[in-house]
């Protein structure tokens, strides 16, 4: 029997690790044709490796993709039709979070902020939809949130910003690209396994900052454990957010599960009570 995502195309940006990566292992072992595509090549083309394995090595592909750059994006696309002959997937896991060197102006971390957080992917929903209409078929578009989105925190205004800016972006593309076309996001509390968000002198910040012990000597996988430990115990169900619980909600928007619903934002946070709707 066919699998769940056979002959589903699907471009995941933001790949090579991190949710990204898990989603499009993940879409492998579910049949999908996919597209592994991060800024750095190299990365990419190892989770492709990685996902052949689980699917073959006729139905994937790492390539690059810059997000500051339309062309780049354009060229990633492309690069889907060219192998697989369409597109029914797009989904976007990646995002910077600003730690500007001491001087740096606020102006340029906002600004750097909202360009790959917010900009980039109204870029790549855009040169997407161009496919899309072409093809006349139902699609899906899935970008990535945060639960910061709607809890303010001291020290990550533009991050925190950006994300807010992607909650309502959501909701606009999927009026302006429905009915085919169906966009949605999820929002996950802080995701430390696996992230390139998260390297080794962040992590140790955030440890001081919630004046958490550890020890210098520990591996940088021993105090991301710590870190997602202490943000698990501020969530109702007292466990950390992984990057698999990330990929398992995008899937779930991806495929035909989904089929109605348009425009919305999933929280995987754990249950954290301050992101409550309201």
């Known amino acids: 029997p066919e699998r769940e995502l056979s002959r589903r195309i699907v471009l995941v940006v933001g790949g090579a690790s991190g949710i ?44 690059a993709i810059d997000l500051s750059s339309r062309q780049s994006i354009a060229a990633a696309l492309r690069a889907t039709v060219m192998q697989f002959g369409g597109l029914d997937a ?22 750097l902020a909202m360009s790959i957080n917010v900009t980039s992917n109204h870029v790549l929903s855009e040169e997407a939809t161009t496919i899309l209409k072409e093809q006349g078929l139902p699609a899906s578009i899935v970008l990535t949130s945060s639960a910061n989105a709607v809890v303010p925190k001291a020290g990550s205004e533009a991050y925190d910003v950006s994300k807010a800016a992607i909650n309502h972006l959501i909701r ?52 991301r454990s710590r870190l997602a430990e202490f943000y698990a115990r501020r969530t109702i169900t007292r466990l950390p957010i992984l990057p698999q619980d990330c990929a398992n909600a995008i899937l779930f928007l991806t495929g035909d599960q989904s089929a109605k619903t348009t425009g919305h934002v999933i929280p995987v946070d754990g249950g954290l009570p301050e992101a409550f709707l309201r």
């Open 20 to 63: 990204g990566r898990e989603v499009s292992l993940l879409l492998a072992k579910r049949g999908a044709h996919v597209v592994v595509a991060d800024l750095n090549a190299e990365s990419a083309q190892t989770v492709a490796e990685e996902a052949a394995a689980l699917s073959s090595r006729d139905a994937v592909l790492g390539t």
């Open 90 to 111: 797009v989904i976007n896991t990646a995002a910077i979070f600003p730690t500007p060197a001491p001087g740096t102006p606020p102006e340029q971390t906002w600004g």
């Open 172 to 223: 606009e593309l999927a009026i302006g690209l429905g009915p085919l076309v169906r966009v949605n996001g999820i929002a996950p509390a802080t995701v430390v396994q696996g992230s390139s968000m998260f390297p080794r002198d962040r992590v140790i910040v955030s440890l001081k900052k919630y004046n958490l012990e550890f020890s210098e000597d520990d591996s940088t996988e021993t105090l």
